[in-house]
Nanobody, 121 residues
Framework: QVQVVESGGGLVQPGGSLSVSCAASGTIFSIVVMGWYRQAPGKQRELVARIISGGSVNYADSVKGRFTISRDNANNAVSLQMTSLKPEDTAVYYC???????????????WGQGTQVTVSS
């Protein structure tokens, strides 16, 4: 009923830039939060950045000043612009959407399939 599809990612050299995008589709009344998480090999999934429906934005300390999250409410989409990338940014990046399918209904969390970001020379 709901799909979250990511695009972008790939291989970039240290210091380079890359962007990833995500769009949610299906039975959606409202999206409360959209954001990006990442998981590196052998590590737990961690929050990278998220944007709440009122406009509030949260970033992980490790990406502040380097990553920028933006949201397109009309298209239920979110993008993450990554600059000054470091090898430690290498991970699978997952998009998530916390959304309501009907007015006044419960909030459900959906995940994308993940997209690989590799920072290496």
């Amino acid at each position: 009923q709901v799909q979250v599809v990511e695009s972008g990612g790939g291989l970039v050299q240290p210091g380079g830039s890359l962007s990833v995008s995500c769009a949610a589709s299906g039975t959606i009344f409202s999206i409360v939060v959209m954001g990006w998480y990442r998981q590196a090999p052998g590590k737990q999934r961690e929050l990278v950045a998220r944007i709440i429906s009122g406009g509030s934005v949260n970033y992980a300390d490790s990406v502040k000043g380097r990553f920028t999250i933006s949201r397109d409410n009309a298209n239920n989409a979110v993008s993450l612009q990554m600059t000054s990338l470091k090898p430690e940014d290498t991970a699978v990046y997952y998009c998530n959407a916390d959304l309501q399918m009907v007015a006044g209904g419960p909030t459900y969390r959906y995940w994308g399939q993940g997209t690989q970001v590799t920072v290496s020379s």
